[in-house]
């Protein structure tokens, strides 16, 4: 097996924050707590749950826009959260992102070329302005937009063209990378469907490897070869995809299921995920979703679950985990 051009150890970020407007005492909010994983060329890592579960803060985090509490971050072997100066500037060449948002993401007084352009010159990575404008324009093809566009402004596209253009400029660069935050969320459905076949044909042609933020587990059902599911910043199932959808162990992973519109062989619509996601300002103890959970237990909120491997490759973090009835339908 190859090695990972990502790893990721034990990675945490808490901001402290103070219990009330007029109180003295503080409280740390665990945005990301103890998440680790791998990642390895060609494969694409999911990353799903409810708005505001961590996905996004482990994001930043990970390629450092936001720095990080705590944990490792290895690029291609090397200590990432070490790296400053001019050595952090060349790494960032190598892990990029795709913004949720293609309507906000582009500078609307910067043409395509130099939108497309700004990580070359960034970089420093060409020689002379012809060599720059060789490299927009061949990765504009490969985006599928028409060439004719270099010298249009983002106002004048349409948003699954827009995010044609946050593509482009990701793989400029020919990253080993690419964070995507929720890409295709802000697109129609007919549009999403392009977006997605394009980043896999690039991740076949360029062996990228992708970490693929979303809420939608139809999407990313889709496109991963494996899953993170997060609940208050935490991991609570990692597995690969085929394996996690068919058989899931962790009840939040089974609800978030069973939420995806869908029509039950009686005709009825499937159960929704029942209650609020807590504070995450005040957790609570134990199992982090055991004031949600159908399955609840005493031990439920004293403990906290370890993430142990239930089955090769397949982690939960429940106390009955493989002993509940969570077979899939």
């Known amino acids: 097996m190859s090695q990972p051009v990502l790893k990721v150890e034990h990675l945490k970020k808490y901001y402290p924050i103070r219990k ?18 791998e990642l390895r060329a060609g494969e694409t890592l999911g990353i799903v749950g409810e708005s505001g579960c961590g996905k996004t803060t482990t994001m930043q985090s990970v390629i450092r826009l936001i720095e990080p509490t705590g ?13 400053k100066g001019a050595e952090l500037k060349q790494a960032r060449q190598k892990i990029k992102l795709i913004f949720q948002d293609p309507y906000s993401s582009l500078n609307p007084r910067m043409t395509v070329k130099d939108i497309i352009a700004e990580p070359l010159d960034i970089a420093g990575v060409c020689k002379d302005k012809a060599e720059r404008d060789r490299r927009v324009l061949e990765t504009m093809e490969q985006v599928g937009l028409d060439l004719s566009y270099v010298n249009r402004y983002p106002h004048e596209f349409s948003g699954g063209q827009r995010q044609r253009i946050g593509i482009a400029r990701a793989i400029v660069l020919r990253p080993d990378v690419v964070v995507c935050d929720e890409p295709v969320s802000a697109l129609d459905v007919s549009i999403q469907a392009k977006i997605i076949n394009l980043l896999r044909q690039f991740q076949h042609d360029l062996g990228l490897a992708y970490i693929f933020i979303s809420h939608d587990l139809g999407v990313v059902r889709h496109i991963a070869d494996r899953v993170l599911v997060m609940y208050l ?34 005709g009825r619509p499937a159960a929704a995920l029942q209650g609020d996601v807590p504070s995450p300002a005040d957790p609570p103890s134990g199992c982090l979703f055991h004031t949600r959970c159908p399955y609840a237990k005493e031990v439920c909120s004293e403990k906290v679950p370890e ?5 090769l490759g397949h982690k939960c973090a429940c106390h009955f985990a493989g002993a509940l009835p969570l077979n899939a339908n």
């Open 233 to 266: 910043g935490r991991v609570v199932e990692e597995g690969e995809s085929r394996e996690l959808f068919a058989h899931p162990l962790h009840p939040y992973t089974r609800a978030l299921l069973d939420s995806v519109p869908r029509m039950d062989a009686d």
């Open 307 to 311: 993430l142990r491997e239930c089955s």
């Open 20 to 37: 009330g407007a007029f109180s003295k005492e503080k409280a740390v909010v665990k945005a990301c707590d103890d998440v680790s994983f």
């Open 71 to 83: 944990g490792a971050i290895l690029l291609n072997g090397q200590d990432f959260r070490a790296m």
